[in-house]
């Protein structure tokens, strides 16, 4: 055998455990070692899945779902990467207001949640609140982060080739920022996710929380795992554009280059 | 190519280098005293090497030329101005300093306006790196790399160049190509050129004039007369780095510093040890 995994090893291994488990899980079901209120059968969660599916509610919930996460990322992530611009390249915005937002930092953002509610009451504006905040530090941070570790060098040959303001930004400071921010992203799609599940189990009328707290009302332990898978899935797929992100934005770079 | 004395002179009187002169400049770091009193007069085109033990001044010296870093006495005239408006001096780093992030043909049109970008490419074939363009500075060697930060200098016509110590990590046979390269370009771009080296040959093989600095003052200022280009195996070449390597020995015994000692006996036998390749 050669030392290079070939092809196939590559993209199948990756799913050899998850295919283990669901086929330990499908055949301890099957002999009745596992009560399907508790746990029903994978091929069961499937079958609720595709009925869902064809009754047009899966596909409604997710929507609804999806777009608070994006709108949510855009307001805190868009929050974040300014912020950051400003902490990292201005002495004096980082003297104002990095104390304030490292102390807001260590509030977890889900101990918000009651006062949340006094303030937005049970609406959208509580769940894309709570999960902007939640994503702004991540994409702060690395991004202030990232501003700082530019290579001063650069930033000298830059300057004395006479590429100033505007220029020295687009072509020197932010490229060199990239791979940091790109880390905060990372970071807060993860968090994203966590933040909107949360809120929307709390008190929603729509969205994929909805949909498995309404099936716990009913006993429906399939239902509710078709919700859990689906945060998998979508999770995984945030993270599967992040990377992709980063492959191309940075190709220059040999550690991040298509093998 | 051969580039006789008479061709030498009319590329210096073609008024497409900068005159430099540089007095009594006084640089210090808090307490030290990094340059204490250095004064150069750089004829336009001339070509200057400035030889030294590691921590002697000379980098610095040329960064305050660049204008990198201010001085606290003395001054440095470009033609007769206090203040180059400094569009026309450029510096090449010991380490290329390229942009990752950007292809080889947009860092060479760093700083250049749209109109001008047809010149990066130019620029390119005159250091040879024409078809790799489109490549990534990670996948060149450190040769090239080099040779693309030369690209990126010469693209803004400099009239003055400053070099520092950009062959340092390149290993002998490639220095001796870059040599050449530099040696060409300089003739046919006629700018006045300051280069700081610790390797006596290479600043023999290359410059009108070698200058040795050492504690922050000058210690030597030697015409080298030699025809170009340069023998390395040439008996006047050897008698010429045997003169200049003597006096970098010579003042060894001056220095109380035990750690400054140190660094200077490296530089000085990574020097010898250059000369031995390159003969």
């Known amino acids: ?35 399907s209120r508790v746990l029903p059968e994978p091929w069961a969660i499937l079958k609720s899945g595709w009925v869902l599916l064809k009754s047009g509610e899966l596909h409604h919930h997710v929507l609804v779902s999806t777009r608070r ?55 959208e504006a509580a769940k894309v609140f709570l999960v902007s905040l939640g994503v702004f530090f991540p994409i702060y941070l690395n991004t202030y982060h990232g501003i700082r570790s530019v290579d001063p060098a650069l930033i000298e040959m830059a300057k004395s080739y006479g590429v100033t303001g505007w220029r020295l930004y687009r072509d020197v400071i932010l490229p060199g920022a990239l791979a940091s921010i790109l880390v905060g992203l990372r970071f807060s799609l993860g968090l994203m996710w966590v933040l909107l599940i949360v809120s929307e ?42 990377r992709a992100l980063e492959r191309f934005w940075l190709r220059w770079n040999p550690n991040y280059a298509a093998a | 190519m051969q580039i006789n004395p008479s061709e030498n002179a009319a590329v210096a009187a073609s008024g497409r280098g900068v005159a430099l002169k540089v007095s009594d400049l006084v640089k210090r770091y808090g307490e030290r005293e990094v340059l204490k009193g250095v004064s150069l007069d750089i004829a336009p085109g001339e070509f200057v090497a400035i030889v030294g033990r590691s921590g002697c001044g000379k980098s610095t010296l040329l960064r305050l030329v660049a204008g990198l870093e201010s001085h606290q006495a003395g ?3 470009y033609d007769g101005a206090q203040q180059d408006s400094h569009h026309d001096t450029r510096i090449m780093f010991q380490d290329s300093r390229l942009l990752p992030w950007k292809r080889v043909v947009d860092n060479v049109a760093l700083g250049l306006t749209p109109p001008e970008y047809l010149n990066a490419e130019y620029v390119l074939g005159q250091v040879g790196l024409r078809d790799r363009r ?5 996948r060149l060697s450190g040769g090239q790399r080099q040779r693309v930060a ?12 400053l070099l520092d110590e950009p062959l340092g ?28 080296t610790h390797d006596v040959g290479e600043a023999i093989a290359l410059a009108d004039r070698v200058v040795l600095i ?28 045997e003169r200049v390597l003597k006096r970098v020995l010579g003042q060894q015994h001056d220095i109380g510093d035990p750690h400054d000692e140190q660094l200077g006996d490296q530089s000085l036998r990574r020097s010898v040890e250059q000369v031995r390749w390159a003969v």
């Open chain 2, 214 to 241: 050492d504690e922050g003052r000058i210690t030597l200022d030697l015409r080298i007369d030699l025809p170009r280009p340069r023998q390395r195996g040439d008996a006047r070449f050897a008698a010429l780095e």
């Open chain 1, 1 to 35: 055998m050669s030392n290079r995994p070939s092809f196939f090893a590559r993209q199948l291994l990756p799913w050899a455990v998850p295919v283990l488990l669901i086929t330990i899980w499908q055949l301890s079901a099957q002999l009745g070692w596992l009560s």
């Open chain 2, 75 to 77: 001054s440095i005239h």
């Open chain 2, 169 to 196: 990590a390149l290993d002998a046979l490639t220095r001796i190509e870059m040599h050449g390269l530099i040696e060409n370009l300089w003739h046919e771009n006629g700018f006045t050129a300051l280069l700081v």
């Open chain 2, 134 to 138: 489109h490549d990534w500075p990670a």
């Open chain 2, 150 to 161: 030369l690209a990126r200098a010469l693209v803004h016509q400099p009239r003055l160049l």
């Open chain 1, 69 to 123: 996460a994006l709108t949510g990322l855009a307001i805190g992530g868009g929050a974040g990467l300014l912020l950051g611009l400003l902490t990292g390249t201005f002495k004096r915005a980082e003297t104002l207001l990095d104390t304030t937002l490292q102390m807001i930092r260590n509030v977890p953002p889900l101990a918000l949640i009651p006062l949340v509610i006094l303030w937005f009451g049970i609406d």
């Open chain 1, 201 to 242: 189990t709390i008190s929603a009328t729509e969205g994929i929380g909805y949909m498995t707290m309404n099936a716990r009302e009913f006993l429906r332990t399939d239902v509710v795992l078709v919700g859990i898978l689906l945060y998998a899935l979508l999770g995984k797929l945030a993270d599967v554009i992040a």
